[in-house]
């Protein structure tokens, strides 16, 4: 159950085609999975609320993990790094749960589990080929010296799911579909 070297090498436009997937099923469900749930537009913007702090979560974990493992931080990690994916992944799960709140039942479903199966198949490809993982750790001096040069580099990186996040705060402050649709777009160009 091992990711193969095409999914460690696309993750991205993996990742990008489960959201595809997801966000495709509006063409059979027009309603969004908080909606259907509750009709009530105090608890939909609290749910919201939730979704926008795990996607916010998300950008910063992700960040924080790119500006730390900077070398080798979309393929399993090397010793040297003493840096470990899990970070990067559990993120990504927040985010897949925070952009899913978007998405019709079963494009909630299909963005969760999707993104669980192929960061889990990326986890074991990780271990099995390197089970001792970040047992070592370099030097406090060029940890810091490295990180610092490292956090624009990041951001940048990272740039489409803060740009998701300040999505998000405006549409659970708006509730307005189009503006979000608009915002959600640029975030990725």
Known sequence: ??????????????????I???????????????????????????????????IGLSAAMR????????????????????????????GSILYAIGL????PLSG???????????????????????PDLGLEQSSEASFVKQTTRSWSEAVRREVAGWGIFVTMIVFTVTLKDRLAEVMAGTSFW
């Open 1 to 18: 159950m091992r990711a193969s070297e095409f999914e460690y090498r696309h993750q991205t436009l993996i990742h990008q085609i489960i």
């Open 20 to 54: 595809a997937a997801a966000f495709l099923t509006y063409l059979l469900d027009r309603d969004d999975i908080v909606w259907r749930f509750t009709h009530d537009r105090g608890l939909e913007r609290c749910l919201f609320g939730i979704a926008t702090i795990l």
């Open 63 to 90: 960040t924080a993990f790119f500006a730390y493992c900077k070398e080798n931080a979309t393929r399993a990690l090397t010793k040297k790094s003493g840096c470990r994916s899990e970070a990067q992944y559990a």
């Open 100 to 103: 899913g709140s978007l998405a």
């Open 108 to 130: 909630f479903v299909i963005l969760v589990a999707g993104e669980a199966i192929r960061l889990l198949r990326l986890a074991l490809g990780e271990y099995f080929n390197h």
